[in-house]
């Protein structure tokens, strides 16, 4: 084979190679995976927040006479394109045929069931900006915090991650959040619990691990880590997956910029968690843990989120 007047016939060769046996390894020579399109989930992920605040972050021009039609329009292409990526998510993980009846209706009662969330995700979503404008003296307006504001972001692609996680659609939702990573340096696993009025100030190098919760009107800063103390294994040594691993931050707590919080802890009600601490042992409601009360505290274990 020759392209342009290189000879790449050999490299096509070994990659074939290559792929092949990646796939014999996984038990896919017959079947190669078809996943969900990254591409394709940028537009949906789009077009979701445009239906969502049509007015903000969907077409400028809009009226009131037009933007419910804009809204049905672009729900109903976004919702038909989630579907298709819900059929090749779920045929991916039960290695159905392409034209199982049992896929294309799940697929579509999931589809159904995220579309009628979409209102409780919008409500949500009014309160995380309205808690970025009031906790950000430099904010000017809602509309500021919602166009501009990374952790805003961040927030949305979660929120729309984990409903679609929730029901039943969890790679789908791991690259929406991955998405969102990409793009504001904030990693929230859709896996996790977060109530209203979430507020990321700053955001980059924030991580939320899979089965932390999190309740109302809770503040990070940048460089928090909300992650697992250590990862147990089974009696084969593969590591033990789904367990309880991250922390519980109760409502009303702040936590400021790179301070790392491990473990199956608690953050009580109405706590302050100060920069660059590092906690792996639960604090009581009404905490102020400073780096100078945990410089002494040991840590036994490896960390990882």
């Known amino acids: 084979m020759k392209r342009t007047g290189l000879e790449i016939g050999g490299v096509v060769s070994e990659l074939r190679a290559l792929r092949l046996k990646s796939l014999e390894n996984r038990q896919r020579r017959d079947r190669p995976p078809k996943l969900p399109s990254r591409k394709v989930l940028v537009g949906i992920a789009d077009g979701l927040g445009a239906v969502l605040f049509p007015n903000r972050l969907g077409m400028p021009d809009l009226t009131n006479e037009s933007v419910d039609y804009y809204v049905g329009h672009t729900l109903d292409v976004t919702l038909r394109e989630l579907?298709?990526?819900?059929?090749?998510?779920?045929?991916?993980?039960?290695d159905a045929d392409a034209t199982g009846n049992s896929e294309r209706e799940r697929a579509a009662g999931i589809t159904q069931a995220f579309a009628q969330?979409?209102?409780?995700?919008?409500s949500l979503l009014e309160s995380d900006i309205q808690a970025a404008y009031e906790g950000d003296p430099a904010a000017r307006s809602v509309d500021e915090v919602l166009v501009c504001y990374p952790g805003i972001t961040a927030i949305t692609y979660y929120r729309l991650a984990h409903e679609l996680h929730r029901l039943g659609a969890?790679?789908?939702?791991?690259?929406?959040?991955?998405?969102?990573?990409?793009?504001?340096?904030?990693?929230?696993?859709?896996?996790?619990?977060?109530?209203?009025?979430?507020f990321i100030d700053h955001g980059t190098g924030v991580v939320i691990g899979e089965t932390a919760i999190i309740g109302e009107h809770v503040r990070l800063y940048q460089a928090v880590t909300l992650g697992a103390k250590r990862f147990p294994v089974d009696e084969h040594g593969a590591l033990v997956k789904g367990n309880l691993r991250h922390p519980i931050v109760e409502n009303d707590v702040v936590i400021y910029a790179g301070a790392t919080i491990l473990g199956r802890i608690t953050i009580?009600?109405?706590?302050?968690?100060?920069?660059?601490?590092?906690?792996?042992?639960?604090?009581?409601p009404g905490s102020v843990i400073s780096q100078a009360q945990t410089r002494n505290e040991v840590f036994d274990g490896g960390a990882g989120i």
Not at 83 to 94: D, H, I, T, Y
Not at 170 to 190: D, K, N
Request: hydrophobic residues 40%; proline residues 6%.
């Open 83 to 94: 579907m298709v990526q819900v059929r090749r998510e779920l045929r991916f993980a039960s």
């Open 117 to 122: 969330r979409l209102p409780h995700i919008r």
């Open 170 to 198: 969890p790679l789908i939702a791991r690259m929406i959040s991955e998405i969102a990573h990409s793009s504001t340096g904030i990693e929230i696993h859709p896996g996790a619990q977060i109530g209203g009025f979430f």
């Open 268 to 284: 009580g009600r109405g706590s302050t968690i100060g920069g660059n601490v590092w906690l792996t042992r639960s604090v009581p």
